[in-house]
């Protein structure tokens, strides 16, 4: 495949003398540069909100679920027994927005003030 791309490469490279081309190149590469530690950056603050979550929203995650809250999910009552599972539950609701109502709302709701780690 990286044999193909060199020789689109060159081919393009003919085609529009290779300027145009060579500057679009380096453009994307600072791009991915920038994206890179901006992923980087991510993770850190995800997982130092994660070691605040579990610190602050398990012990109210287990109480909810003593209550019966989540008796169809397997994954919530444990979904921030940990650091790494703080890190992926976060995540999974702030970044990707999925199942945000599932964990989320009853926590605010029961707990006002988690409102500010979500």
């Known amino acids: 495949r990286l044999c193909r791309l060199a020789q689109l490469t060159r081919v393009l490279k003919?085609?529009?003398g290779?300027?145009?081309l060579k500057k679009l190149m380096q453009l994307t590469a600072g791009c991915f540069k920038t994206l890179f530690w901006s992923g980087i950056l991510l993770l850190l603050v995800m997982t130092m909100w994660s070691v605040v979550a579990v610190e602050l929203v398990n012990p109210r995650?287990?109480?909810?679920?003593?209550q019966g809250y989540w008796a169809?999910?397997?994954r919530c009552s444990r979904s921030f027994a940990s650091v790494f599972m703080a890190n992926?539950?976060?995540?999974q609701t702030?970044?990707?927005?999925?199942?945000w109502g599932l964990i989320a709302l009853p926590l605010i709701e029961s707990y006002p003030e988690l409102f500010f780690i979500f």
């Open 72 to 74: 169809d999910c397997e």
């Open 94 to 99: 702030v970044v990707a927005g999925d199942s």
């Open 14 to 16: 003919l085609k529009t």
């Open 18 to 20: 290779g300027s145009e």
């Open 88 to 91: 992926l539950t976060l995540f």
């Open 61 to 66: 995650v287990q109480e909810l679920s003593k």
